[in-house]
């Protein structure tokens, strides 16, 4: 199986920065999209950032601008840099990774998700 751990939420003042991290371990032969969701109290979980494994990005139209995402493929980690932060992004983010695993003696697609990280931000 592959695991996901996220870290580097917290509470941040409007107009402040924060950046997520989320590194995958397990029996990966490679990841080909790392990504980040967002779940706002009463709202459905919505796409934020998506890196692929040849860096192509793509980013929800409230967020572009504002927010990097970035990944190290080495490590297999995702990051997610948040700047100039609004009290409407406060959420949990969920960090996200599609590729191939080995399973015993076969080869697995898998999508793993993390356990996800508060942010909140307000005054």
């Known amino acids: 199986q592959v695991q996901l751990v996220e870290s580097g939420g917290g509470l941040v003042q409007p107009g402040g920065s924060l950046r997520l991290s989320c590194a995958a371990s397990g029996s990966i032969i490679s990841i080909n999209a790392m990504a980040w969701y967002r779940q706002a109290p009463g709202k459905q979980r919505e796409l934020v950032a998506r890196i692929t494994s040849d860096r192509s990005t793509n980013y929800a139209a409230s967020v572009k601008g504002r927010f990097t995402i970035s990944r190290d493929n080495a490590k297999n980690t995702v990051y997610l840099q948040m700047n100039s932060l609004k009290p409407e992004d406060t959420a949990v983010y969920y960090c996200?990774?599609?590729?191939?695993?080995?399973?015993?003696?076969?080869?697995?697609?898998?999508?793993?998700w993390g356990q996800g990280t508060q942010v909140t931000v307000s005054s």
């Open positions: 996200n990774a599609e590729g191939i695993a080995t399973s015993k003696a076969a080869l697995t697609r898998f999508s793993s």
